[in-house]
Each structure stands twice: as structure tokens, then as C-alpha cells.
């Protein structure tokens, strides 16, 4: 398999944490956001929407992070990201899609340039937007996760699931833009959870080739 990817993009994160969980191996390839080479013809090819991550399995390309990953958990079904009944899987899809879909849109590089580049937003202002939509999306998250019956060691349960591979990239994100975080402290316990295992803590950024 063939990994497309770039080393600060969460939704890379994902799946590299997806991969590393089942131990399967790849080609790590970097795409460099910043220097715009998701925008060149060839990488287009590949993702229409000129995002990361793109993974390649044969002649297959599949793109979107959950959509990568669920396809992983179908392919090579063990350890499972999606176990238990229909309502248990619901719970953890829903999590994921807590942060996948109204935290992380709203903040990610494509937005944030738009806001600085095209309406001339401030950095400071840009940043304020960034924390505000990262601290309260995070505060839905713990209200999710706090009390509920099936938050054990991890977002569900104690064992990995796609919700843990979604939600980390997103605090390593949140922390390195300074939001506050202690209004959260089930998310936090998660998370430090998480970053106890070797395939999230090398797999993070800091950890990849293409890291500058």
C-alpha cells in the first residue's frame, strides 16, 4: 500500500494511526501542503478534491480518512476500530464525526488561508477562530464521552477504536495552537491513553519523514 500524505495534516494522522493499530505496512509518500503540491495535475489524478490522505491498495485509490479507514476494518478486520453491535458502532461513527465533521472543517490549512489571504483576516484573528471552534467543538466532545456507560479506557471502551484515531490528531492540533483544554478532562485522559500505545505516539508528526 501507498500512503499520500502530509506529516502536519490530522486527517492523515488518522490513518497512519488506523495503519500502525492493524500493523500493516506502507509507502510513506509526502505531499506538502504549505508548498501547494496537492494542487499539481498528477496528484489531482489522484484526489479530486486535492486533499490528503490518499491511499493506494493495488489499483485501488480511496480517499476521505474515515472512509480509508472503515474500508482497513473491512479489509483486514483485526484488531477491530468498529467492534460491538449496530448501536455501539453508531456511537463510535458519531464520535468520530463529532471532530471529523464540525470541528475539523471549520479549522483546517485551506480555511485558515482563506480567511488570512482573501478577507485579510489578522494572524491574531485567525488564531481566535481557530481556538474558539476547536475549545467548543471539544467541550460537545467531553459532554459525549463523560459518564457515558460505554467511555472506558478510550473514546469506547477499552481498546482503540476509529473515534481514538480521529480525536488525538485533533488534540495534537489544538495544542500546538494553544487552545485551552482543561474544560475537557475525559478527552484529555483519552488522549494521554492513546499516546501511551506506539502507534499513536509514532505516528504523530513530530515522527514523520517529511517533518520540518
Known amino acids: ?52 490522505p490518499v491511499l493506494k491498495d493495488g489499483d485501488k485509490v480511496l480517499t476521505q480518512s474515515m472512509a480509508i479507514i472503515e474500508y482497513l476494518d473491512e479489509v483486514h478486520p483485526e484488531p477491530k476500530l468498529l467492534p460491538g453491535d449496530a448501536f455501539a458502532r453508531a456511537r463510535i461513527r458519531a464520535l468520530a464525526q463529532d471532530v471529523a465533521c ?31 471552534w476547536v475549545e467548543t467543538g471539544l467541550a460537545a466532545v467531553e459532554r459525549q464521552l463523560a459518564g457515558h456507560p460505554a467511555t472506558g479506557r478510550f473514546c469506547h471502551g477499552d481498546t482503540p477504536t476509529l473515534a ?26 483519552v488522549f494521554e491513553e492513546c499516546m501511551a500505545l506506539d502507534a499513536f505516539s509514532k505516528t504523530q508528526a513530530s515522527a514523520c519523514p517529511d517533518a520540518a
Request: hydrophobic content about 40%; some cysteine; overall charge neutral.
Open 164 to 189: 481514538d484515531c480521529v480525536l488525538v490528531p485533533q488534540i495534537h492540533n489544538a495544542q500546538r495552537f494553544d487552545c485551552q483544554l482543561d474544560h475537557a478532562p475525559t478527552v484529555m485522559r
Open 1 to 52: 500500500m501507498e500512503l499520500y500524505n502530509y506529516f502536519r495534516s490530522s486527517a492523515s494522522y488518522r490513518v497512519r494511526i488506523a495503519l500502525a493499530l492493524k500493523g500493516l505496512e506502507y509507502d510513506y509518500l509526502p505531499v506538502h501542503l504549505v508548498r501547494n503540491e496537492q494542487l499539481s495535475p498528477s496528484f489531482t489524478e489522484l484526489s479530486a478534491m486535492q486533499l490528503v
Open 102 to 132: 464540525e470541528i475539523h472543517p471549520v479549522d483546517n490549512l485551506r480555511v485558515l488561508r482563506y480567511l488570512v489571504r482573501e478577507m485579510h483576516v489578522s494572524e491574531d484573528d485567525k488564531n481566535r477562530w481557530y481556538r474558539h
